[in-house]
């Protein structure tokens, strides 16, 4: 009686135990389809000042689409324009060059007219040696101004260079995605004006299941699944796979591209791996 009794118990909880066995999946969501990722530009730059200034003009718009080196943002300082001004007068400044070629001219003649005396007892040596020492002051005193010309024209290079970093250009063909500062703001160096993205090509991180590892290989196509606009899925090409397994989830991080030129999805979207 008792035996039939136990034989029934442990029968029906052995069926219960093998059911709700049944019930359990053999592997979580992470193993099938891994963590999903968010997909990004594949070009991102975030414009800052050159220099710390005001901010004299803004030339585009949130979402107006520009070219690599276009000008976005001219920025205003009073102390480098002023810099430039005085460093362009300095650079014409001919005079100095102008009397120094003078006072050789006038020296080397001297000189000269010292040497064709033909009675070389009319002519103390002392004049000679006075006559002389005033070319060679002359030729130094040519030197010094077409030195000083030339660092005059080396110091409007910088200046103007200066003054052009005042204006910011686009660092690749992309859209203006956010303006974050005004007209007439004076901004540090470390303030951001505004963000350039490029999204003809978008990039995601994806952490896959450690168990397919083997079966990735870079460069090839993979579909991407994702509830975005009713895609399912999206196709993207493998460029990366980490060299470490994350133990805390079990999965690798990988790297994709996805080509957006058509149909030129936002970034942002959610992303999963379809492991079948």
């Given amino acids: 009686m008792h035996s039939w009794v136990n034989y029934t118990v442990f029968a029906l909880l052995g069926t219960g135990i093998l059911g709700i066995a049944g ?5 979580s969501v992470e193993e099938d389809t891994g963590l999903p990722g968010i997909t990004r530009p594949s070009l991102q730059a975030v414009i800052y000042p050159n220099v710390a200034g005001v901010v004299q003009e803004l030339l585009v718009e949130e979402g107006t ?8 943002v001219r920025m205003h300082d009073r102390v480098a324009v002023a810099t430039l001004a005085a ?3 300095a650079a014409a400044q001919l005079g100095p060059i102008d009397l120094a070629r003078a006072e050789l001219v006038a020296a080397e003649q001297h000189l000269q007219r010292l040497q064709s005396v033909t009675d070389l007892r009319a002519v103390a040596a002392q004049d ?3 006559a002389r020492a005033a070319v060679e002051k002359s030729q130094a005193n040519l030197r010094t101004a077409e030195g000083n ?9 910088i200046e103007r260079e200066r003054v052009s970093q005042l204006t910011l250009n686009a660092p690749f063909d992309g859209v203006v995605y956010r303006i974050k500062a005004n007209v007439g703001e004076r901004l540090q160096d470390n303030q951001s004006i505004l963000e350039v993205v490029n ?4 990039k995601v991180e994806v952490h896959v299941p450690s168990s397919i590892q083997s079966k990735l290989q870079v460069g090839s196509m993979y579909p991407l699944k994702t509830s975005f606009r009713d895609l399912q899925s999206i196709e993207a090409k493998l460029t990366s796979v980490a060299p470490m397994i994350d133990p805390s989830t079990n999965t690798i991080r ?10 030129n999805l936002p970034a942002g979207f959610l992303v999963h791996f379809a492991s079948n």
């Fill in 149 to 157: 010309l030339q660092l005059a024209k080396e110091r409007l290079v």
């Fill in 87 to 89: 460093a362009e007068v």
């Fill in 23 to 27: 019930e359990l999946p053999s592997n």
């Fill in 254 to 263: 990988c790297m994709f591209e996805i080509e957006n030129r058509e149909p």
């Fill in 128 to 130: 000679f040696e006075i």
């Fill in 65 to 72: 689409l520009v070219r690599e080196g276009q000008p976005l």
């Fill in 199 to 202: 999204t003809t090509t978008l």
